[in-house]
């Protein structure tokens, strides 16, 4: 039987585009219009599975967690050498060599706090019509690590996604946290595996299939593009 691909990143396209009010971010109608005019484009090219060029900010989320992991190797970067002449071709240099001294100590901080752990584990799970994926960053010992680089940081910024969950039931595990780097401050997020935790998912995956399936335009593709393969 085939059953639909439910990952993070789908369920946060989906949660951007169809549960913001861009007009109470943007007081001005036009921006606030032609943001929600790209968030459309966005979950459409979401479900579609549209490949796109990887964004200087993704880059930058990218150079960070390696540096993390080879920190947590024992390689640290090489001093002299300057994130600009790096970034301009010089090669086999550590990826901590791409951030700058209070970037490079955040990337110290996390490394100490997931070192030992195991990296770039696949987790999914069959629940119903659903198969729920996700690959994380770092499991160490009973809890999972998911780092992030951002430009800013609030609280709770990741209380809506469902990653934190998804993983948890996947992996069997109770424990998840969130290791965010803005740059100059390493903030964290926990989560703990609820016992209601799978129907509170499943609810919201319900919630994403029943608005897609109510848009021929957006469920032409999810049925073609989001069944998960044998």
């Known amino acids: ?62 150079n960070f967690e390696n540096a993390v992991y080879e920190l947590t190797q024992g390689i640290e970067r090489i001093e002299g050498i300057n994130a600009e002449a790096t970034a301009q071709g010089v090669s086999e240099l550590p990826a901590s060599n791409l951030l700058d001294d209070a970037e490079y100590a955040t990337a110290q901080e996390i490394a100490e706090k997931v070192k030992g752990g195991l990296w770039q584990e696949v987790l999914t799970k069959d629940v119903g019509d659903y198969l729920l994926y996700g690959k994380s960053d770092v499991i160490r010992r009973d809890k999972i690590f998911d780092i992030k680089r951002v430009n800013s940081y609030e609280v709770g910024k990741y209380q809506k996604s469902i990653q934190h969950s998804i993983y948890m039931e996947c992996a069997g595990i109770e424990h998840f946290e969130y290791l965010i780097s803005n740059g100059k401050t390493v903030y964290s997020e926990y989560y703990h595996r609820e016992p209601n935790n799978l129907d509170r998912l499943i609810g919201k995956i319900d919630n994403m299939v029943n608005f897609i399936a109510g848009t021929p335009e957006f469920f032409r593709p999810f049925k073609q593009n989001w069944i998960a393969r044998e």
């Open 1 to 62: 039987m085939s059953k639909f691909l439910i990952t993070p990143s789908l369920y946060n396209s989906f949660l951007y585009y169809a549960m913001t009010d861009f007009n109470s971010i943007w007081e001005d109608p036009e921006k606030a219009a032609e943001a929600e005019k790209n968030a459309y484009q966005d979950w459409l090219d979401c479900l579609n599975k549209v490949r796109k060029p990887t964004t200087e900010v993704q880059q930058r989320g990218i």
